[in-house]
T-cell receptor
Framework: DAKTTQPPSMDCAEGRAANLPCNHSTISGNEYVYWYRQIHSQGPQYIIHGLKNNETNEMASLIITEDRKSSTLILPHATLRDTAVYYCIVRRFSGSARQLTFGSGTQLTVLP | EAQVTQNPRYLITVTGKKLTVTCSQNMNHEYMSWYRQDPGLGLRQIYYSMNVEVTDKGDVPEGYKVSRKEKRNFPLILESPSPNQTSLYFC?????????????FGAGSRLTVL
């Protein structure tokens, strides 16, 4: 799986958009980009994934650059409950059964 | 409610005393996996199972065993626990082990081996 690089920490004001960047410059054409988050020591929670096109769901939006070497997760109106570690992961579509490799992630702190 | 259930959530044990951490999912998922999480090391995969009776090693399988006799259950067995297995453990499942499937994680089991 391609390696990802994320900033170790970010702050965001409550009610503002949180934009979390991820670099995956070695991504190959059949690798999806996934985002998960982990609140304190709870089980990681799936947020969103995408291959080429931008994606949006009820939790977030995922913007993938045209060359697919980086992406941004956007939480449109961050709340205090969005404080968590956010993981950006890439995974082969062809089915590397060993699944996702979680790196260190970005600690997002939403400030009141 | 669709979920992955792990038990026990917390356990303190002593070196060498065999223990089993159970994992059960109610979503008819084929794929199940165990991870451990340690400070500074992130989540590392221990074992995974593509389906019933099909299991394989992840990145850190030493000291662990698993079995998959039923689709819904995937217990993690520590035959002779050691202090370096003190960790936070997560079980996860997904519909399949390939393709664009997402993992659903359990709440975690915090194990301390003295």
């Amino acid at each position: 799986d391609a390696k990802t690089t994320q900033p170790p920490s970010m702050d965001c004001a409550e009610g503002r958009a949180a934009n979390l960047p991820c670099n995956h410059s070695t991504i190959s054409g059949n690798e999806y980009v996934y985002w998960y988050r982990q609140i304190h020591s709870q089980g990681p929670q799936y947020i969103i994934h995408g291959l080429k096109n931008n994606e949006t769901n009820e939790m977030a939006s995922l913007i993938i650059t045209e060359d697919r070497k980086s992406s941004t997760l956007i939480l449109p109106h961050a709340t205090l409950r969005d404080t968590a570690v956010y993981y950006c992961i890439v995974r082969r579509f062809s089915g590397s059964a060993r699944q996702l490799t979680f790196g260190s992630g970005t600690q997002l702190t939403v400030l009141p | 409610e669709a979920q992955v259930t792990q038990n026990p959530r917390y356990l303190i044990t002593v070196t060498g005393k065999k223990l089993t951490v159970t994992c059960s999912q109610n979503m008819n998922h084929e794929y199940m996996s165990w991870y451990r999480q340690d400070p500074g090391l992130g989540l590392r995969q221990i074992y995974y199972s593509m389906n019933v009776e099909v299991t394989d090693k992840g990145d850190v399988p030493e000291g662990y065993k698993v079995s998959r006799k039923e689709k819904r259950n995937f217990p993690l067995i520590l035959e002779s626990p050691s202090p370096n297995q003190t960790s936070l453990y997560f079980c996860a499942s997904s519909l399949k082990g390939s393709g664009a499937n997402v993992l659903t994680f359990g709440a975690g089991s915090r194990l301390t081996v003295l």
